[in-house]
């Protein structure tokens, strides 16, 4: 058994694994945030290997510069090959972990620590294997890793920077061991700089330089560190915003796409208790308890998904609020969070759009040899009390009152009444006031004589459609 089996990973190495498997454990459950990983994947290794490829362009470009001999071109051609390699490590990048990706990684850096160890193969002079490791050619790592966080997590930018280090290091072993060696250039110089072992020891064309080399290896983890944690900054900046696009997928859910960005945005607690005037529309399916005791569950579900679509279709493009799923019935609020004048007159609206927009569901019905289904609908507009209901763990935002009262019992008139749509007269007259001609009340609803309502004593004008 090995001492790394029995000896417990470092602090930091379990902080960094934990780091990891909440992001990854948060994406999976978070489809915003993996939507987000994916684009930002994309995006960013597009921009990466776009940017890479003008660098080391630029790079080719500088080259005959700082080295105008025929042997420039064995560096010429091998720039060619990381820039096609840096379009390989494009072409199989994925989200999350990918082994060949990380392989080619390490294969990039693993390359270009030898070509910058070893000396070219196309020199006709014969130098020390010390000399063309000290080249500083090191430099042209940072061009690499600053690619890098354009494309990659954090983590890959930290492994980058520990495997740069540890790969220099094994270079400095090879080349301290194994390393081609002029003796006489050594003699040299200490001779022409005797007197002077500082200058002779720097010098030196045999000498590796370990205190160089060492600090090279230091700063470049200390760079890639920085680079990593400002990685992990913007990660957690994508989790709070992918975050932030699942709250408003579920505000979607509720209120209309007008009103999801003032939700969203406002700076009042939408859950404070008051009251306000609101219209409120109840409508269900009659005779949906009968219907599903004669037909499959999948039948049951399949009508309830196309009701309630239309339904919430109608809701959202008069301005409303869907307030609760009811079975299968629907409670809506028009006026919620934010009143406007024109609520009573939407809520009206919506009422005439479900009603066309049920003729249209069940001309499709009995076109299939389905049989149609009835839509009840009762609509009342009045003062409600709204805000956060419920223990602490589980608010949530309801609106109660005799106005929701009386909608209901509006709509379960309909039956009583023989129509589809039973309207209050305080309604129809806050939709009049605000603008609503008289013709279309006129042409799509009847005045009835008041009715008493079930657990009411007071008798309440209504319009019928």
Not at 178 to 205: M, N, T
Not at 316 to 328: A, C, E, H, R, V
């Amino acid at each position: 058994m090995s001492f790394g089996k029995l000896l417990p990973p470092p602090a930091f190495v379990m902080r960094f694994r934990k780091l990891r498997e909440m992001e990854e454990q948060e994406a999976v459950s978070n489809p915003f945030l993996a939507k987000a990983l994916e684009d930002e994947k994309h995006q960013g290794h597009r921009l990466a290997v776009f940017a890479r490829s003008i660098a080391l362009g630029l790079v080719a470009i500088l080259l005959p510069f700082l080295n105008m001999r025929i042997d420039v071109l064995f560096y010429e051609t091998t720039l060619l090959m990381f820039i096609a390699l840096g379009w390989l490590q494009y072409r199989v990048a994925s989200v999350g972990r990918s082994r060949l990706e990380l392989a080619l990684i390490l294969l990039d850096l693993t390359l270009l620590t030898i070509l910058f160890i070893l000396p070219n193969p196309f020199l006709h002079e014969e130098i020390p294997t010390a000399l063309s490791y000290r080249f500083d050619n090191f430099i042209y790592f940072f061009i690499i890793l600053a690619v890098a966080t354009l494309a990659y997590s954090w983590r890959t930018v930290w492994a980058m920077g520990t495997w740069v280090a540890l790969l220099w290091l094994l270079g400095f072993v090879g080349v301290t061991l194994f390393g081609h060696e002029i003796p006489e250039l050594s003699e040299a110089a200490a001779v022409a700089f005797a007197g002077h072992e500082i200058v002779a020891s720097e010098l030196d064309p045999n000498s590796i330089q370990p205190a160089v080399r060492v600090q090279e290896m230091v700063v470049f983890m200390i760079v890639g560190g920085i680079l990593a944690l400002k990685g992990w900054r913007s990660n957690q900046l994508l989790l709070r915003q992918a975050n932030i696009a699942t709250e408003r997928a579920n505000l979607s859910r509720y209120f209309p796409s007008s009103l999801v960005d003032v939700l969203a945005s406002t700076e009042h607690d939408i859950g404070a208790v008051r009251t306000q005037h609101v219209a409120v529309l109840f409508t269900d399916i009659v005779g949906f308890t009968q219907f599903a005791e004669r037909h499959s569950p999948q039948e049951v579900m399949d009508l309830l998904r196309h009701y309630h679509a239309f339904v919430e279709r109608a809701i959202f493009q008069n301005g409303g609020t869907l307030d609760k799923y009811l079975g299968d019935g629907v409670m809506a609020t028009f006026g919620t969070p934010q009143t406007k004048s024109e609520d009573a007159a939407n809520a009206l609206k919506a009422a005439l759009q479900l009603i066309e927009e049920a003729k249209v569901f069940n001309r499709d019905r009995e076109a299939n040899g389905i049989a149609p289904v009835q839509v009840s609908i009762g609509v009342h507009y009045g003062p409600v009390i709204l805000g956060d209901i419920g223990p602490s763990r589980r608010l949530e935002f309801a609106v109660v009152g005799d106005t929701v009262n009386v909608a209901s019992r509006l709509e379960a008139s309909t039956r009583e009444l023989g129509c589809q749509c039973v309207v209050s007269e305080d309604l129809m007259q806050r939709a009049e006031s605000s603008g609503m001609t008289g013709e279309l009340k006129q042409k799509s609803f009847l005045a009835r004589p008041a009715i008493t309502l079930r657990g009411r004593t007071t008798p309440i004008a209504v319009w019928t459609a």
